[in-house]
């Protein structure tokens, strides 16, 4: 496993998440953010004490945009050949098996990742058997 290219410090302006006004006082208003257009809505207009709405001023540095910790971009891997793409770039991404990848082909791609150099970030995800 080879550690990341080395790479300006991650900076978060907003982790949590723009959530949609009036979604917390009814259930039938769905969290996920929608922008509010009424008239006299105070979110809208900015008061003072209101929910934020995003803006292009909580956008993250583009160098360092969908970066993890590590310094690596997650890559979605489903076989052994996905891992083929990585040699190259194994500085800048990381395999990431998909979810739906059997027990059998994970231990196939761990392996393939090991032999290239490439970091795989659920490496220990339904591999182990229970003792």
């Given amino acids: ?27 039938c208003v769905d969290p996920s953010w929608r922008k509010p257009k009424g008239i006299d809505n105070r979110v809208r207009r900015r008061f003072k004490g209101q929910i934020a709405m995003p803006s292009i001023g909580y956008g993250t540095n583009k160098k360092t945009r969908h970066m993890m910790p590590s310094g690596h971009k997650a890559f979605l891997v489903h076989n052994p050949n996905d891992v083929d793409l990585l040699l190259m770039h194994n500085r800048t991404y990381a395999a990431e098996i998909g979810h739906a990848v059997s027990s059998r082909k994970r231990i196939e791609i761990i392996a393939k990742a090991k032999q290239l150099g490439v970091k795989v970030t659920n490496a220990k995800a339904r591999v182990t058997t229970e003792v």
């Fill in 1 to 27: 496993m080879v550690a990341a290219k080395k790479h300006i410090t991650i900076v978060k302006k907003r982790t949590k998440r723009f959530h949609r006004h009036q979604s917390d006082t009814y259930k």
